[in-house]
């Protein structure tokens, strides 16, 4: 395994611990209910989707118009 690639895998494994970890403290420390983290996650994923699908359909309409007006 290259060093970039080495490096690029640790970032990824850290920051996913990291995120383990903040979720346990606040499951732990300030009693947040696990079900309503599951709702959080679940809203967020919903988020990313509405801005993916928001995306796809600008671009979809970029490309219509530039080849609508190409034609002229």
């Known amino acids: 395994m290259t060093k970039r690639r080495r490096r690029h895998v640790r970032t990824i494994v850290l920051g996913v611990l990291a995120m383990g970890a903040l979720v346990w403290g606040a499951v732990d420390t ?3 209910p696990v079900e309503r ?3 959080l996650f679940l809203q967020t994923l919903a988020a990313v989707a509405v801005l993916i699908l928001s995306a796809a359909v600008t671009a979809a ?3 219509l ?3 609508l007006l ?3």
């Open 30 to 32: 300030f009693e947040v």
């Open 37 to 39: 983290l599951w709702a």
């Open 61 to 63: 309409l970029w490309v």
């Open 65 to 67: 118009l530039r080849r």
């Open 70 to 72: 190409r034609r002229d």
